[in-house]
Structure formats: structure tokens, C-alpha cells
């Protein structure tokens, strides 16, 4: 069974652009939950999906949007970038919720830098 | 509010000793409680689990967990590390009333001394 893919792997921007990242489940998967991971802030929860419906939410700024697609398959946005968005953004799926669910797969993270 | 602490940002042990990592959880109600691991350059990994039941739980790679509900932590072990356990270790807790939200530590960074 394929693991979860995420797409692109690095990007780079510049500030006020806005970026768009994917993330494909493992098949069968209904839950994705996003992440930012940074050294200073450590690993922070952004949102969570399931079924096509964002069921958790973290507590970052509106500029940070998410949807999921009826194949499971989710996107990220952030718009109007700014430096501290600079970031590995890791991807998870899990059969259930992530928080009850028995395992949570991570993607390999896509790595944002914003210049 | 709710948190998860992992005290220790760094912890080094010698290959061979044995390994504690600390994770104390504020939260009123029990919670699901995990630990993953992330090897450098990798996505996380789930090491083990309690949603409830016996508090001592195994996971993979010989580590294992001890829930304590009086104090409130979830702190993980292994009786001999190896070079390979070298990695970041997470602590997350999962809020059983707030549709099981994962809370996540800051981690702790594990260092092998040969």
C-alpha cells in the first residue's frame, strides 16, 4: 500500500505570494491533519479534515486554508506569505479521526521557504 | 488550557544505557495518549498508544510507555538504547472532548553517546 505522498517536496517564495500544497492519503484513509513544523515553534497543528469536512482547527491566522476532495486527497493554502511562514509542512492520514484513530501516517513534509 | 510538556529538549545517553523520556499532559479528563519518532530527515512515526487499559503499554522498537493517571504523565523507555534510536521523540495527547484534537509536546531530542 503506497504511503502518503506529498507535493511538492520544497518550494520556495517570496513574501506576499501564495502557495498551494497537496497531499494524497494512503487509499482508504478519510482523516488528513496538516502540520507546521518549525525549530523554534516546534510541531504545531493546523487543521484537520475528515470526510471532506475540516472537523479540528488550530490556532493559526485565516490566511492559512485547507479543503479535502472527495477521493480524501487534500490541499493546503497560505496566502499573502511572509517570512515566518517558512516551515516543514508535514501531512498525516489516518482511517479515523487522528486524535482516536489507531495509527496516523506521516507524509514526508514539503519544506517552504519564503525569501 | 490544555498542553502537553516534554521537559527535557535534549537528552544524551549512552549506547547500551537504558532511556526515560518524560511527557506530562494538563488536561481534566483522560486522555488518548501517544508517542512518535522522528529520525532526522523523515516523517514522524507512531511508537505506541494508550486509549485505555492496562497503563504499561508496548510499543515498537522495544519501547514502551507507563500511563500514570495521579501525575498526569505518559513517559517513555527502553531498557538499552541502540546508535539508531537517535532521533526526536514527540509526546501527543488526543482531547476526548474536543472532537480528539491532537495536542502535541515540543519534543526531545535524543543523542546517543557511543
Known amino acids: 500500500k503506497a504511503g502518503v505522498t506529498q507535493t511538492p517536496r520544497y518550494l520556495i517564495k517570496t513574501r506576499g505570494q501564495q502557495v498551494t500544497l497537496s497531499c494524497s492519503p494512503i487509499s482508504g484513509h478519510r482523516s488528513v491533519s496538516w502540520y507546521q513544523q518549525t525549530p523554534g515553534q516546534g510541531l504545531q497543528f493546523l487543521f484537520e479534515y475528515f470526510s471532506e469536512t475540516q472537523r479540528n482547527k488550530g490556532n493559526f491566522p485565516g490566511r492559512f486554508s485547507g479543503r479535502q476532495f472527495s477521493n480524501s486527497r487534500s490541499e493546503m493554502n497560505v496566502s499573502t506569505l511572509e517570512l515566518g511562514d517558512s516551515a516543514l509542512y508535514l501531512c498525516?492520514?489516518?482511517?479515523?479521526?487522528?486524535?482516536?484513530?489507531?495509527?496516523?501516517?506521516f507524509g514526508p513534509g514539503t519544506r517552504l521557504t519564503v525569501l | 488550557a490544555q498542553s502537553v510538556t516534554q521537559p527535557d529538549i535534549h537528552i544524551t545517553v549512552s549506547e547500551g544505557a537504558s532511556l526515560e523520556l518524560r511527557c506530562n499532559y494538563s488536561?481534566?479528563?483522560?486522555?488518548?495518549l501517544f508517542w512518535y519518532v522522528q529520525s532526522p530527515g523523515q516523517g514522524l512515526q507512531l511508537l505506541l498508544k494508550?486509549?485505555?487499559?492496562d497503563t504499561l503499554v508496548q510499543g515498537i522498537k522495544g519501547f514502551e510507555a507507563e500511563f500514570k493517571r495521579s501525575q498526569s504523565s505518559f513517559n517513555l523507555r527502553k531498557p538499552s538504547v541502540h546508535w539508531s534510536d537517535a532521533a526526536e521523540y514527540f509526546c501527543a495527547v488526543g482531547l476526548v472532548d474536543s472532537n480528539y484534537q491532537l495536542i502535541w509536546g515540543a519534543g526531545t531530542k535524543l543523542i546517543i553517546k557511543p
Open positions: 498525516a492520514s489516518s482511517w479515523g479521526l487522528a486524535g482516536i484513530t489507531d495509527t496516523q501516517y
Open positions: 488536561y481534566g479528563a483522560t486522555p488518548y
Open positions: 494508550y486509549f485505555s487499559g
